[in-house]
């Protein structure tokens, strides 16, 4: 009987690999044979789990996107966690995990995923909007923002807009964090006020 947990850790394994080469050198830069020097197998092997750079890239995007939803949606999920707390580690870890990862080599990684992905990217980012408004939904003060016809999605969608700005405005995730934190505070404050 094949080990099936230990196959899917090594492509787990393999796939984060080649994330990071993907985002080190772009995705034009990228080469089978560096991925596979990376992730410590052979060329041949590399070739036995994709068949094509597209292949890895699609499947290293699905699982990197996939992760970061659960660490988010467990992280939202934690009610021992002021509101606002687990709205800014959530957004890090959807966010803020890639700031100041930023390659100038890397710039290529937009244009390829919106080529070859389809619309994975825009589905997840609906998907964690999604995830981010449940929990404002499930806050006492929510409607404070009925006079002037605020949504939960529109706030949680502000939110990723923000998160998604600062990404690439601050240079590490510790400046991530504080900013998402005031960013969090100021937008959430009549939430905040009432839990």
Same mark, same amino acid.
């Given at each position: ?9 090594? $492509? ?30 052979? $060329? ?41 707390? $687990? ?97 969090? $505070? ?10």
């Amino acid at each position: 009987m094949a080990d099936v947990s230990g196959e899917d850790s090594r $492509r787990r394994a393999l796939l984060d690999t080649a994330m990071g080469v993907f985002v080190r050198h772009g995705y034009r830069k990228t080469s089978m044979d560096e991925v596979a020097r990376a992730a410590q197998i052979s $060329r041949q092997g590399l070739y036995l789990h994709f068949s094509t750079k597209e292949e890895l890239f699609r499947a290293s995007i699905r699982q990197l996107l996939e992760s970061t939803l659960r660490a988010a949606s467990a992280v939202l999920e934690d009610a021992t966690l002021p509101l606002d707390t $687990r709205l800014a580690r959530a957004l890090d870890e959807g966010y803020g995990r890639f700031a100041g990862k930023a390659n100038p080599d890397a710039l290529d990684l937009v244009e390829a995923s919106h080529a070859l992905l389809g619309t994975l990217v825009e589905d997840h980012e609906d998907l964690f909007a999604e995830a981010l408004a449940r929990a404002l939904r499930a806050s006492r003060g929510m409607s404070a923002y009925k006079p002037v016809g605020l949504t939960a999605r529109q706030l949680a969608d502000t939110l990723v807009v923000t998160a998604t700005g600062l990404k690439h405005r601050v240079a590490t995730r510790d400046e991530f964090i504080k900013g998402i934190t005031v960013a969090v $505070r100021a937008l959430c404050l009549p939430l905040l006020e009432v839990s």
